[in-house]
């Protein structure tokens, strides 16, 4: 693996900084202003965007895509081979939008099967620690704490946000705006805009403060809470419940329910 500088001639401002101890294969595709720490490794299929920053003893390998101004800290493993007995080596990736941070020692792994990809939006926040395991995909805006684990094929939509050290169930969705409380295990669907936390977990309102604070009006924050009545507290089914939010009005809110519930399979947190 060769170590890839700057070119004669070029300005450093466009082509970045990237450490002599850095090893960094030829075909390794680089954008402007990419910064690379020491001893950082980084494989033939990679391509990184513009302006991210990778921190020291980072790894990325295998098909890794990144977009543009990232930061990703010290120790952090991309890319690397599913841990699930029955990947056979195909070919799938790691894509990876733009502005999000990745902390310290965070891992991912690619997905199993050929043309499929582990995926992360934009403007996430991966704390130390975290693993997202293959096949699963993140929405844009998600923060998940220190510790958090990820089995495969999980979806996390936007702007939910997981405690640390959660543990969370392969193929389990969880819904846009929610909010998981540290150390929860998570074998359920969690639904939009809920609060849930425990061993079982156990559904603890409407994630008020978070919508709140994302400029929800008055309107659809009485949308969510009627949703959330329906869903808990008047002893429906889940087809029942939605059928009954969406008989309110097909609003915004009412859609974010709808497209959740579309993908949803292993049943609701109760």
């Known amino acids: 693996m060769g170590i ?27 954008g402007r ?3 690379v720490g020491p001893y950082s490794i980084i494989g033939p299929q990679v391509s990184v965007g513009d302006q991210t920053e990778i921190g020291s003893n980072v790894v990325l390998e295998n098909r890794v895509t990144i977009g543009c101004r990232n930061r990703i800290f010290h120790g ?48 996430c926040l991966l704390m130390a620690y975290a693993h997202v395991a293959h096949d699963s995909r993140l929405g844009s805006d998600v923060i998940m704490a220190n510790s958090v684990n990820l089995a495969g094929h999980v979806q996390i939509d936007d702007y939910a946000i997981i405690g640390g050290m959660c543990a969370v169930h392969q193929f389990v969705c969880i819904g846009a705006h929610s909010f998981i409380g540290g150390l929860s295990r998570i074998s359920k669907d969690v639904p939009p805009f809920v609060k849930v936390a425990g061993i079982p977990p156990i559904p603890a309102g409407i994630n008020g403060i978070g ?5 929800f009006t008055e309107d659809q924050i009485a949308r969510v809470k009627e949703a959330y009545r329906w869903l808990y507290r008047r002893g429906l089914r889940r087809e029942e419940a939605l059928k009954k939010i969406l008989e309110g009005g097909r609003d915004e809110v009412a859609a974010v329910f709808e497209e959740f519930f579309s993908r949803a399979r292993r049943g609701i947190v109760r």
């Open 4 to 30: 890839k500088n700057p070119s004669a001639g070029q300005s450093p401002a466009l082509l970045g900084e990237i450490h002599p101890t850095a090893l960094i294969h030829p075909s390794a595709q680089l």
């Open 33 to 35: 202003g990419v910064i």
């Open 76 to 123: 952090a493993v991309l890319g690397t081979a599913p841990q699930d007995l029955k990947y056979d080596g195909a070919d799938t990736a790691v894509e990876i939008g733009d502005d999000n941070i990745i902390r310290e020692y965070v891992t991912m792994n690619i997905a199993t099967t050929d043309g499929r990809a582990t995926v992360v939006g934009d403007r």
């Open 211 to 215: 919508i709140e604070r994302r400029g």
